[in-house]
């Protein structure tokens, strides 16, 4: 049998979901990186990866200091 002549699925959608296709590979791909690196780390192939929390008043950390606060009007 011959297959009508017109296209169902527009462009657009075509479009959107090979991206989300493509996202969806990307997501697996993150996740299994992660799986695979516990594992290691768990084996002891790999040392654990440090977690630098940021902490401000650390030093050489950025720690923003305002001028304090003055009342400088005169009251009469």
């Given amino acids: 049998m011959a297959s009508s002549g017109k296209k169902k699925t527009t462009m657009a959608k075509l479009n ?3 991206k989300m296709r493509e996202r969806r590979m ?6 299994d990186a992660r799986k695979q690196l516990a594992a290691d780390v768990r084996d002891g192939v790999v040392p654990a990866p440090e977690v630098e929390a940021h902490d401000p008043y650390a030093p050489g950390g950025e720690q923003h200091t305002r001028p304090p606060l003055t009342a400088s009007r005169d009251r009469a």
Avoid: I, T
């Fill in 16 to 18: 959107r979901e090979a």
């Fill in 26 to 31: 990307d997501k697996a791909a993150r996740r």
